[in-house]
């Protein structure tokens, strides 16, 4: 699996490629992040939007609010999450 997460003004881009069968995998493990600087809990479901094909993901976070998400931070969890099982 190929994942590259970016930063987009408020937004963090998330693209993964090679997931073939594991979306479900992908979204249980995005469910359970929690933003590190925010001391709040696991992502609001109106931030998150998800464009899923049969081999690869895309999905946004738009933070609501004034919360904003930070890239690096989203690319570290789900590389533990997703990569170093």
Do not use: K
């Not at 976070?61 to 890239?71: E, K, P, T």
């Amino acid at each position: 699996m190929r994942m590259q997460v970016r930063a987009s003004g408020d937004e963090v881009h998330i693209e993964l490629l090679g997931v073939a069968g594991r979306q479900h995998r992908v979204l249980q493990a995005l469910s359970s992040y929690q933003p590190e600087a925010q001391n709040s809990a696991t992502l609001d479901p109106t931030e998150v939007c998800v464009r899923a094909g049969t081999n690869d993901m895309r999905i946004r976070l738009r933070g609501h609010n004034g919360r904003r998400h930070d890239a690096s931070a989203v690319y570290r969890y789900l590389r533990r999450a997703l990569l170093e099982r």
